[in-house]
């Protein structure tokens, strides 16, 4: 009697798979459009200096590795806080912040605090979304709905449609955001529909949890931050997971943190104490090195500007390759204004396979590509394989 027998096997994780048939493929110009990473021009995702810099502080001076509080470091969240929200809205006595395992940690966390205040809170999600919100939410036991966002046709948000959807939120029901750089389409909302959400939350008694994974990646640290503020300062209470995996790129050291504003500070401190209570059931604490080599940046004048370079760079390579693609495809001219690592092309997931087999160009089974996997030397080889097949 085996206690494992009843265990079904899971569908394998599509990307990770891509990742291995990428790394066997031996054509020279093969493309890796696949994992959510950035790249360089040259394919690559060095270390950021400024974390380098950073790294050597925190080996040089760090004098124990003891236990820390359930907060993590408190610096940390401290300094996230501000960047995300602005000092005033970081500082106001009824936001609960804690640091948790990356942005990921930072959802699940959110999504059981959410599951333990009202079962039966639905979770209102864009279609399409990042593939991991599904398990996060179900995870919990909350019940996700799906509202229209993307149009495959026009490669924009179909807003009139979401907005209609949501019509049927009831009070207390949770609307999960993306705060930039949308993942997988890249589109992203103007400040009229930002606000027109907002008031829409506000009328309905929504609960806005932005997932905000990509801060400085799509219009710069205030521009993305921009929308993620008025949320929080305008409706009594908004939730908020930061990563800092992508715009530091520690993606392996699993670095993020959640804000919480609560209506009042007696709801903020039983908030508080839901929260440390589910992160000790869960991971106890998080991933201390990580944090701390960011919190180093943002405390240091110089390092924090050596580390707003890079993430200019970055920023600025991934908005080039999208003004690249859209000059040299016109069915996929809105790819320019969209923001962040992501875009999802208009073509069937036959084609995906014909792009991999025939043209050595790997991406999600979606369509979605990252957008800084292409590079001035493959962008001519992209163009012509996927003109074939847009549709
Ligand atoms: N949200 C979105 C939309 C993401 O794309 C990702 C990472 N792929 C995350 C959250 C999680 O980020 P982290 O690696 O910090 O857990």
Same mark, same amino acid.
């Given at each position: 009697?085996?206690?494992?027998?009843?265990?079904?096997?899971?569908?394998?994780?599509?990307?990770?798979?891509?990742?291995?048939? !990428?790394?066997?493929?031996?054509?020279?110009?093969?493309?890796?459009?696949?994992?959510?990473?950035?790249?360089?021009?040259?394919?690559?995702?060095?270390?950021?200096?400024?974390?380098?810099?950073?790294?050597?502080?925190?080996?040089?001076?760090?004098?124990?590795?003891?236990?820390?509080?359930?907060?993590?470091?408190?610096?940390?969240?401290?300094?996230?806080?501000?960047?995300?929200?602005?000092?005033?809205?970081?500082?106001? +006595?009824?936001?609960?912040?804690?640091?948790? +395992?990356?942005?990921?940690?930072?959802?699940?966390?959110?999504?059981?605090?959410?599951?333990?205040?009202?079962?039966?809170?639905?979770?209102?999600?864009?279609?399409?979304?990042?593939?991991?919100?599904?398990?996060?939410?179900?995870?919990?036991?909350?019940?996700?709905?799906?509202?229209?966002?993307?149009?495959?046709?026009?490669?924009?948000?179909?807003?009139?449609?979401?907005?209609?959807?949501?019509?049927?939120?009831?009070?207390?029901?949770?609307?999960?955001?993306?705060?930039?750089?949308?993942? +997988?389409?890249?589109?992203? !909302?103007?400040?009229?529909?930002?606000?027109?959400?907002?008031?829409?939350?506000?009328?309905?008694?929504?609960?806005?949890?932005?997932?905000?994974?990509?801060?400085?990646?799509?219009?710069?640290?205030?521009?993305?931050?921009?929308?993620?503020?008025?949320?929080?300062?305008?409706?009594?209470?908004?939730?908020?997971?930061?990563?800092?995996?992508?715009?530091?790129?520690?993606?392996?050291?699993?670095?993020?943190?959640?804000?919480?504003?609560?209506?009042?500070?007696?709801?903020?401190?039983?908030?508080?104490?839901?929260?440390?209570?589910?992160?000790?059931?869960?991971?106890?604490?998080?991933?201390?090195?990580?944090?701390?080599?960011?919190?180093?940046?943002?405390?240091?004048?110089?390092?924090?500007?050596?580390?707003?370079?890079?993430?200019?760079?970055?920023?600025?390579?991934?908005?080039?390759?999208?003004?690249?693609?859209?000059?040299?495809? +016109?069915?996929?001219?809105?790819?320019?204004?969209?923001?962040?690592?992501?875009?999802?092309?208009?073509?069937?997931?036959?084609?995906?396979?014909?792009?991999?087999?025939?043209?050595?160009?790997?991406?999600?089974?979606?369509?979605?590509?990252?957008?800084?996997?292409?590079?001035?030397?493959?962008?001519?080889?992209?163009?012509?394989?996927?003109?074939?097949?847009?549709?």
């Amino acid at each position: 009697q085996s206690q494992f027998g009843s265990l079904a096997q899971q569908a394998p994780d599509s990307l990770l798979g891509l990742i291995r048939l !990428f790394q066997e493929d031996q054509r020279p110009h093969k493309i890796d459009l696949g994992v959510g990473i950035f790249r360089d021009d040259q394919g690559l995702t060095p270390v950021l200096g400024a974390i380098k810099a950073a790294e050597r502080i925190l080996v040089e001076q760090q004098e124990s590795k003891s236990y820390l509080g359930p907060v993590g470091d408190s610096g940390f969240v401290d300094l996230t806080a501000r960047l995300a929200l602005g000092d005033d809205l970081a500082t106001s +006595p009824s936001l609960v912040g804690l640091q948790t +395992p990356g942005g990921n940690g930072a959802l699940r966390l959110a999504f059981e605090l959410l599951a333990e205040a009202s079962k039966d809170s639905a979770v209102w999600v864009g279609s399409p979304t990042w593939m991991n919100h599904f398990p996060l939410i179900a995870s919990t036991g909350l019940e996700s709905r799906h509202h229209r966002f993307y149009d495959p046709a026009t490669l924009r948000i179909d807003f009139d449609g979401m907005m209609s959807d949501l019509a049927s939120a009831k009070p207390g029901d949770v609307l999960l955001l993306h705060g930039c750089c949308h993942n +997988p389409t890249g589109a992203t !909302f103007s400040s009229a529909e930002w606000a027109e959400i907002i008031a829409l939350c506000e009328r309905q008694g929504l609960l806005p949890l932005i997932d905000f994974a990509y801060h400085g990646l799509g219009d710069g640290l205030e521009a993305d931050a921009a929308p993620v503020r008025m949320f929080v300062e305008n409706l009594p209470e908004a939730i908020v997971a930061y990563s800092c995996d992508k715009n530091f790129g520690m993606y392996r050291d699993r670095v993020g943190s959640l804000f919480v504003k609560a209506a009042t500070l007696a709801q903020a401190d039983a908030v508080r104490s839901q929260l440390f209570g589910t992160a000790r059931a869960m991971w106890s604490m998080p991933p201390d090195h990580g944090a701390a080599a960011c919190r180093i940046i943002l405390s240091s004048p110089e390092l924090r500007s050596v580390w707003q370079e890079e993430l200019d760079t970055m920023r600025e390579r991934i908005n080039g390759l999208r003004q690249a693609v859209a000059n040299s495809l +016109p069915r996929l001219s809105a790819v320019a204004n969209q923001r962040g690592l992501f875009s999802l092309l208009p073509i069937s997931t036959d084609a995906v396979r014909l792009l991999r087999e025939e043209s050595a160009i790997y991406m999600a089974p979606d369509g979605r590509i990252n957008i800084a996997g292409l590079s001035e030397a493959n962008l001519a080889h992209f163009v012509e394989a996927t003109s074939r097949f847009l549709e």
